[in-house]
C-alpha cells in the first residue's frame, strides 16, 4: 500500500478521532491526579459498622444526655440526645468535643508521683500504698483530709465526702460558681428548703440579671432549647452583650457590681404599686423601710447606673407579665457575692412566684444513700474560696492531705488563692483525666477515665426545672491506665479499715436507682433521665437579713475612677476543668486570639480615655496579678468595663491551649463577705498600660 | 431574575438552608460538629483567615453604632451552594460541579490540582485551600469519621451540606423500596442544623413547598448574601433586623443603598 497523500489524511483524522475517544489520557490524568493524593502518612478513614449509645457529658460546664457515634468499637462523633430533657436534641459546642478529648495529648497515663520537684510514673499499687500510709498517720484528726470536687451533681461525692467524714473530717467543698452563690443565698439568707430550680419552659417574661443563660448559666442546652421554641420575652441586663443579650429582647447595661442594686431598685418599685406578694414571708415591713431609705427612685437609679424610666419599664414588665421570673447570676457563671442573687431571689419572692408554674421552683434535696456521705445541697452552701483563704491566712487548720477530684482551682480560683493555700498543705493528690495546673502542682497524680470511658450519673445539675436523675454506662474501655476515683478510694477506705457503706460505686449506683424507683436500663440503655415534678414546701421564707447592709457597704464602688473588670465565659473556648479543645481552637476569631495573644474588649469611650485603639497591646494590672492582652473595640461593652474571657492563660495541658492568651482569674482577689459566709470577687486597683 | 430562575429547573430537589439570625446565639456548636464530621484536621496555631481550613464559620455582625446603641448578630456562613456558582464555571478540571440531584455543588478532592480559581470566584469566601498536610495528634486520627476521606496539602475543600448523608438517606430509600428522588423520602440534615441547639439552621428541600424552609425563604425577613450578584444562592437568612438585612448585601459605603 502506498503512502499517498490521501493515506496520511486518513492516518492523522484517524490518530484525533482515537485520541479523542480514548479513556486513557483522561484515565491517565486522573490516577496521577489521585496518585499524587495517596500519600502513607495521610491516615485513612474507617469503613465499619456505626452504632450509636447513649452517654452523659460531663466537662465542668452543664450536664445532659448526648449521643455517641461509633465505628468498629471507636467513639467519632457526639450529639445532642432528643430523648434526654436537658438535651432535646441538642449540643453545646464543648460537649460536641468531648470524642476528640479522649485523645487529648494531655491526657496521663499513669499514676505519677512528685519526685524532687519531677513527676515519676509509678503502678496503682505504688500509689495506693503512698497514699494509704500518708493518710493512716492522720486518720481519726479533723484536719486529717479535705477535698474540693469539681463534680457538683455525682454520686463520686457521696463516696469521696463519706471517706472524708470517715477520716474524721468535714472539709469538703466545691469550687466557687453561680450554684453555689445561690445555694448559700437561698438556704442562709433567706431560708428556703430545698434547691433552686427554675421553670423557664412556662415563664412568659425572663429576666437574666446577670445570668448568660444562653451560653454559661445553668441547663445550657436546655435554656437554648426553650429560647428555640420562642413564646416569651427575655431581658438581659449585664455590662456586655453577651451572647444572651445578643439575642435576647433588650440589653439593659448595668455594671458588674450593680447587678443586685439594680434587682433591689426593682424591689422598691414592686413594694411602690403595693403589688408584691408577702403571705408567709417575713422581714417585707424591714425589707421596705430599707428599700424607701436606699432604693427611692434616684437612689435606686445612682446605685445601679440605670436610668429611672429604664427601671420602671422593667418592673412594669416583671408586674405585667403573667408568668415572670427573674434569673440572677454573674457574667461568667464565677460566683462571688451574695448580693446579685438575695435581690434576685427576693424579686422572685415579691412577685409569688416561688413553686408557681414558670417561676422558681424548690426541688427537693438530693437523695443521699451512704450514711456518712454530705448532702450535695449541703455541699453547695460552703465557699471554697472563704476556706482557702482562712488556710492561706493561718486563720484555718490545713488538712493533711487534700484530695482534688476533676477539679482545677489552681487555675480558676481568684489570684494566687491555691498557690498560698497549697504551700500550707502537706500533700495534694488530684484525680482528673488530664494534665490541667492543679495536676501539675500536685504531689499524686491519680488518672482517671474521661466520662466516656466510665460509669457515671448526675442528679439535677444547676438550673434545671425539676428533679432529674441521668445514668451512663461507658462508651469505650479507657484508653489510659485510669481507674474511676470512687473504686479507688473505696478500695483505699478497706486499706485503712473504713467502712464507707458499700462495696462498690456500681453497687451504690444501683441502690440509688432503685431508691428514685428508676429503671437501670432505661437510664443507660436509651439515656433517657428520671425526672420528677416534686416541690419542696416552703414556708416562713425572709426577704430580709441584717447583713444586706453590710453586703451593701462592701459593694460599694472605691472613690477611684478605676475600669471596672467583667468576666466572661463562652463555652466554645473551655471551662474551668476543660481547656480549649482542638475543635474549640478552629471557633475562635481573629479577634479573639491572634497567635498567643488574646483579645479584650472595650469601648472607644473607654479606650479613648486610655488613649487606646484596635490591635493595641496593653498590661492590666490589679492588686492581685497582671496580664497581657490587645484590644478589640467592641461597642456591646459599656463604658467604663473592660471584659476579658475565661478559659485562656494555660500553663499545662497541650499545645492547643497551653500559652494560649491570659487568665483573668489571676486579676481577681478574694474578700471574705461579711454577713453571706461568701466571699466577694474584686479587681481592685485595676490599671490598663500600653505596651 | 426569571431567567435565573431557570437554572434550577433541571433539579427535582434543591436543597437549602434557612438560617434565623435572631435565633443564632453565635455558640459555636455547628463549627465544631462540622469539623468532626468530615474530618477537618486540628490546628495548634490560632485562626488565620487565609490558612486556616474550615468548612462554616461564625461571623459576628455589629450594626456600627457606638455604645449603648449598639447591637449585635451572629451569621453561620456555610457554602451557599448557589444556583449559578462562579466557582464551577472557573475550575479548570471539572472537579467542582453542579449537576447532581439535590442542588449542591460538589467538590471532587482527587480531580482538584490546587489552582485556587475557585477561591477567587467564590465571593463568599466559602472555599479553603490546604497549605499544609493534615495531622492529627497520636491517636486523635481514631476519630475520623468514614463519611469524608482526608484530604491532602494542595487540595480545596469546602462545605457540601454533608452530601454523604444525603447518600445515606438516598440508600435508605432504595433499601426501603421508596423513591429517593422524593425530598420528603430523604429528608436528611447536615450536621451543623442537627445540632444547633436553637433550632436557628433549617434545611430542607427549597422545591418542596411541605418543607419549612420553602416557607422560611418567602418570609419578608429573608435575605441572601450578595444577592445582587446573581449567584443564586441556596442559603437564605432571617432577621428583623433592618441592619443586619442591608449588611446581607455588604454595599460599598459609596453606594446607594437600597431599602430592605
Redo the contacts between chains.
Keep these: 500500500m502506498a503512502l499517498d497523500r490521501r493515506a496520511i489524511l486518513k492516518f492523522i483524522a484517524g490518530g484525533a478521532v482515537g485520541t479523542a475517544l480514548t479513556p486513557i489520557p483522561l484515565k491517565l490524568t ?1 490516577d496521577i ?2 496518585w499524587t ?1 495517596n ?1 502513607p ?8 459498622p ?1 452504632s450509636i449509645r447513649p452517654s452523659l457529658v460531663k466537662m465542668g460546664a452543664t450536664e445532659y444526655g448526648i449521643r455517641v457515634t461509633s ?1 468498629e468499637g ?7 440526645n432528643p430523648d434526654h430533657a436537658l438535651s432535646q ?5 464543648l460537649a ?2 468531648c ?2 478529648m ?4 494531655s491526657r496521663i497515663d499513669s499514676p505519677l508521683v512528685r519526685d524532687n520537684g519531677a513527676f515519676r510514673s509509678v503502678s496503682w499499687a505504688r500509689a495506693g500504698e503512698l497514699l494509704g500510709n500518708k493518710l493512716s498517720g492522720v486518720k481519726g484528726r479533723a484536719d486529717s483530709v479535705g477535698c474540693i470536687s469539681g463534680d457538683s451533681t455525682g454520686s463520686v461525692n457521696e463516696v469521696l465526702s463519706a471517706f472524708v467524714s470517715a477520716m474524721g473530717s468535714d472539709t469538703y467543698y466545691f469550687p466557687p460558681s453561680d450554684a453555689v452563690s445561690q445555694s448559700r443565698v437561698w438556704h442562709g439568707l433567706m431560708s428556703g428548703r430545698g434547691d433552686v430550680g427554675y421553670d423557664l419552659e412556662n415563664a412568659d417574661f425572663i429576666l437574666c440579671l446577670g445570668a448568660d443563660i ?2 454559661s448559666w445553668g441547663t ?2 436546655r435554656n ?2 426553650i ?2 421554641r420562642g413564646g416569651k420575652e427575655v431581658v438581659y441586663a449585664g455590662p456586655l ?1 453577651t ?5 435576647a429582647d433588650r440589653w439593659i ?1 448595668v455594671g458588674p457590681d450593680a447587678l443586685g442594686h439594680l434587682g433591689l431598685a426593682l424591689a422598691y418599685h414592686l413594694r411602690a404599686t403595693g403589688r408584691e406578694h408577702t403571705a408567709g414571708t417575713s422581714g417585707v415591713q424591714e425589707l421596705r423601710r430599707f428599700l424607701e431609705a436606699e432604693y427611692a427612685p434616684n437612689a435606686g437609679s445612682k446605685a445601679s447606673g440605670v436610668a429611672q424610666n429604664v427601671v420602671r419599664w422593667l418592673a412594669e414588665k416583671l408586674l405585667l407579665a403573667e408568668r415572670p421570673v427573674v434569673v440572677p447570676g454573674t457574667v461568667g457563671g464565677i460566683g462571688g457575692s451574695a448580693l446579685p442573687f438575695f435581690a434576685g431571689t427576693a424579686l422572685n419572692i415579691l412577685l409569688g412566684r416561688i413553686n408557681r408554674k414558670g417561676g422558681v421552683r424548690c426541688i427537693p434535696r438530693p437523695p443521699q444513700i451512704l450514711d456518712r456521705a454530705h448532702n450535695l445541697s449541703d455541699i453547695r452552701d460552703r465557699d471554697l474560696g472563704r476556706y482557702l483563704h482562712g488556710v492561706a491566712e493561718g486563720e484555718t487548720e490545713p488538712p493533711q492531705v487534700l484530695l482534688i477530684n476533676e477539679a482545677n482551682p489552681a487555675y480558676s480560683l481568684p489570684g494566687d488563692l491555691f498557690s498560698r493555700a497549697r504551700k500550707r498543705i502537706p500533700f495534694t493528690v488530684s484525680f482528673t483525666p488530664f494534665m490541667d495546673e492543679t495536676a501539675a502542682a500536685s504531689d499524686l497524680v491519680l488518672p482517671v477515665p474521661f466520662f466516656l470511658e466510665r460509669l457515671e450519673d448526675s442528679f439535677t445539675p444547676f438550673g434545671s426545672g425539676s428533679a432529674n436523675y441521668s445514668l451512663a454506662s461507658p462508651v469505650i474501655s479507657p ?1 489510659r491506665n485510669a481507674r474511676p476515683a470512687a473504686d479507688f478510694v473505696l478500695g483505699l477506705s478497706r486499706q485503712l479499715g473504713l467502712d464507707l457503706g458499700t462495696d462498690s460505686f456500681r453497687s451504690l449506683l444501683k441502690t440509688k436507682v432503685r431508691y428514685l424507683d428508676a429503671d437501670w436500663d432505661v437510664l443507660t440503655g436509651r439515656g433517657i433521665a428520671w425526672t420528677d415534678r416534686t416541690t419542696a414546701y416552703q414556708s416562713g421564707l425572709r426577704v430580709w437579713s441584717s447583713s444586706i447592709r453590710q453586703m451593701l457597704n462592701a459593694a460599694r464602688p472605691a472613690a477611684e475612677r478605676s475600669p471596672r473588670l467583667a468576666l466572661y465565659t463562652e ?2 473556648s473551655g471551662t474551668d476543668r476543660i481547656a480549649i479543645p ?9 479577634n ?5 495573644t488574646f483579645f479584650l474588649r472595650m ?3 473607654t479606650a479613648r480615655q486610655h488613649g487606646l485603639g484596635q490591635g493595641d497591646l496593653v498590661k492590666l494590672t490589679t492588686e492581685a496579678g497582671t496580664l497581657q492582652a490587645k484590644v478589640n473595640l ?6 467604663d468595663v473592660v471584659a476579658i474571657p475565661t478559659g485562656f492563660g494555660r500553663t499545662a495541658w ?3 491551649s497551653r500559652g ?1 492568651g491570659g487568665n483573668g482569674y489571676e486579676l481577681l482577689s478574694l474578700e471574705p463577705e461579711e454577713g453571706s459566709g461568701l466571699s466577694r470577687l474584686s479587681a481592685a486597683g485595676l490599671r490598663i498600660s500600653k505596651v | 431574575m426569571a431567567e435565573m430562575m431557570q437554572i434550577h429547573h433541571h433539579f427535582h430537589i434543591r436543597w437549602g438552608m434557612a438560617i434565623d439570625i ?8 455547628c ?3 462540622c ?3 468530615n ?2 484536621p ?3 496555631e ?4 487565609l490558612e ?1 481550613v ?1 468548612w462554616l ?4 455582625l ?1 450594626n456600627g ?10 451569621l453561620p456562613r456555610p457554602c451557599m451552594q448557589c444556583g449559578n456558582p462562579s466557582c464551577v464555571s472557573v475550575c479548570p ?1 471539572i472537579a467542582t460541579t453542579k449537576d447532581e440531584e439535590g442542588a449542591i455543588v460538589s467538590q471532587v ?5 490546587g489552582c485556587r480559581y475557585c477561591m477567587a470566584a467564590c465571593p463568599y469566601h466559602s472555599r479553603v485551600f490546604n497549605w499544609y ?2 495531622v ?17 496539602r ?2 480545596v475543600e469546602k462545605c457540601t451540606f454533608c452530601h454523604h448523608r444525603y447518600m445515606d438517606a438516598q440508600q435508605m430509600a432504595r433499601a426501603k423500596g421508596r423513591d429517593p428522588k422524593n425530598s420528603d423520602v430523604v429528608n436528611y440534615v447536615p ?1 451543623c442544623a ?7 439552621i433549617v434545611f430542607g428541600d427549597l422545591n418542596n413547598p411541605r418543607h419549612e424552609v420553602t416557607r422560611l425563604a418567602k418570609s419578608r425577613n429573608a435575605f441572601r448574601l450578595l444577592d445582587r450578584l446573581g449567584t443564586e444562592p441556596q442559603v437564605y437568612y432571617l432577621s428583623s433586623r433592618s441592619w443586619v438585612r442591608r449588611q446581607g448585601d455588604n454595599s460599598l459605603q459609596q453606594e446607594k443603598q437600597r431599602s430592605t
Design positions: 486522573d491526579s489521585i493524593q500519600w502518612w495521610i491516615p485513612n478513614i474507617p469503613k465499619g456505626e465505628v471507636n467513639p467519632i462523633t457526639a450529639s445532642g436534641g441538642g449540643i453545646d459546642p460536641a468535643s470524642v476528640q479522649l485523645y487529648s495529648p444562653l451560653e445550657l442546652v437554648q432549647k429560647f428555640a452583650q451572647h444572651t443579650a445578643a439575642v447595661p484508653l463555652i466554645n482542638p475543635f474549640g481552637l478552629k471557633t475562635l476569631l481573629e479573639e486570639l491572634q497567635g498567643d469601648n472607644r469611650h467592641d461597642e456591646g461593652v459599656m463604658s497541650d499545645k492547643f494560649k | 435572631d435565633k443564632c446565639t453565635g455558640c459555636g456548636a463549627m465544631v460538629a469539623q468532626a464530621e474530618n477537618i486540628p490546628s495548634p490560632s485562626f488565620h483567615r486556616s474550615h464559620l461564625v461571623y459576628k455589629s453604632l457606638e455604645f449603648p446603641n449598639h447591637d449585635v448578630a451572629y478540571v478532592y482527587p480531580r482538584c490540582i498536610d493534615p492529627w495528634p497520636e491517636g486523635m486520627e481514631k476519630i475520623l469519621t468514614p463519611y469524608a476521606s482526608v484530604r491532602p494542595g487540595v450536621a442537627e445540632v444547633c441547639p436553637t433550632n436557628a
